[in-house]
């Protein structure tokens, strides 16, 4: 059976959808402005097979733009493209009577606050945290959470602003930052308001995977390799994480309670944590949506999982078996590296580059940021990656190994 679905400014790893609903062949309804930040890429829109132009940041004109196309011709299910978009999503799928998030489990999610008191009432470790609306508050928030922690855009994602403060004046540096950036992500205005929580000292971990018929699945644990603190910068991704059973099952348990706390009952969700000093999971957020950087498709290679038709099966009420879900796995272990200038403002070259992508391991290089062009200087998010690395290997610990291989064999060089 074919289906008509409506994709909310799709970017990044929600341009899968666009290419997994044109591979079933269904139809493809894209929203964007086309305008400012919110231009499609040219691969879908190539794909489409209708658009709608519209203010999709402007939520009346956008589900207005959507009651038309729906008279027209049925829509079956809305996907959000994005974070910024899962609002936008389970709003418009309620509107014209589609099954999707509950838009206050939405509002839940998206509000890193009331996500951490959500998961803590349900028993969950959760950082220690305290919301800053103005900077008069922020005193006496460090004074309750104390230090070290870590201060964050309420409602932000990417690494954008997550720093760790230990001091009171590295606070106000912090929140200082974060009020001065006038950068628009999406044509969106960096949040104002802020969260410090607890610093967690121990490894990072992303827990993804979705729900489906009231049943929450974790299709893989994934490690996170960050960059030098005080940023959380996040430099690779190695799926399956290299970890005994006994955590990744904890890691696993923790995930399903804390997508239940939320309230995510249907689609994907990405559920990022550490674990304490006494192994034990901690929460740092989770977003109902699918995760970045690849990670979807490492999933797909470790475990045949493929997350983007699961969550399109979910979304229609298809068969994820006779949509193609389930594949055998490419390899034991996958993993992603991404690569700096070190905070220098440009390079010049990548050394050891061609040797390097030239390796029978190596699935993917590509260079995101051309020799020669600016680059964010403070290492912060992810915009300052200059290229990156997807690569297989035997198992995890071998994928662990490879990530530091690349990183020794390819050189950004600046002079």
């Known amino acids: 059976m074919s289906y008509r679905v ?16 044109r591979a079933l062949g269904w139809d493809v309804l894209v929203a964007s402005h086309e305008a400012g930040s919110r231009v499609v890429a040219e691969t879908v829109r190539s794909l489409a097979t209708e658009s709608i132009t519209v203010d999709t940041n402007d939520s009346e004109a956008l589900g207005a733009a959507v009651d038309e196309a729906h008279r027209r011709n049925r829509i079956d299910a809305v996907v959000a493209g994005g974070e910024f978009y899962v609002p936008a999503a389970a709003r418009l799928a309620r509107r014209i009577g589609l099954a999707g998030l509950d838009p206050a489990t939405v509002d839940r999610v998206r509000y890193k606050p009331t996500m951490r008191q959500a998961v803590a009432d349900a028993g969950l470790l959760v950082p220690r945290f305290a919301v800053v609306r103005d900077p008069a508050e922020l005193e006496a928030a460090c004074a309750y959470v104390g230090f070290p922690a870590v201060i964050k855009p309420v409602e932000s994602g990417g ?10 004046e590295q606070a106000r540096t912090a929140l200082a930052a974060m009020y001065a950036d006038d950068e628009l992500e999406f044509d969106r205005p960096l949040d104002t308001d802020a969260v410090l929580e607890q610093y967690v000292a121990g490894p990072e971990y992303s827990a993804d995977g979705y729900v489906r018929d009231g049943e929450v699945v974790v299709v893989a644990v994934t490690r996170k ?7 959380f910068l996040e430099i690779g991704h190695l799926t399956p994480a290299p970890l005994d059973e006994d955590t990744r099952r904890e890691i696993t348990e923790y995930a399903v309670g804390v997508a239940k706390a939320v309230g995510i009952t249907v689609g994907p969700f990405h559920c990022e944590l550490r674990l304490d000093g006494d192994n034990r999971p901690v929460l740092m957020e989770i977003a109902a949506r699918l995760p970045g950087d690849k990670i979807t498709e490492l999933m797909e290679t470790a475990t045949g999982l493929v997350l983007p ?99 020794e064999r390819v050189r950004v060089l600046t002079d």
Do not use: K
């Open 225 to 231: 390799l960050l960059g030098p603190e005080p940023r």
């Open 6 to 21: 409506l994709m909310v400014q799709p970017a990044f790893s929600a341009i899968a959808y666009v290419t997994h609903a």
């Open 309 to 407: 038709r699961m969550v399109l099966a979910a979304a229609t009420g298809s068969d994820p078996v006779s949509l193609g879900a389930f594949r055998e796995p490419a390899a034991a272990a996958a993993g992603i590296r991404f690569l700096t200038a070190g905070g220098s403002g440009a390079y010049t070259r990548l050394e050891g580059w061609e040797e390097l992508t030239a390796e029978p391991w190596v699935t993917t290089g590509q260079v995101l940021i051309e020799p020669g062009a600016a680059i964010r200087t403070n290492e912060a998010d992810y915009r300052c990656r200059v290229a990156v690395v997807v690569f297989t290997a035997g198992s995890p610990a071998e994928a662990h190994e490879r990530w530091a291989e690349i990183g």
């Open 159 to 168: 690494s954008i602003h997550v720093s760790r403060v230990d001091t009171v």
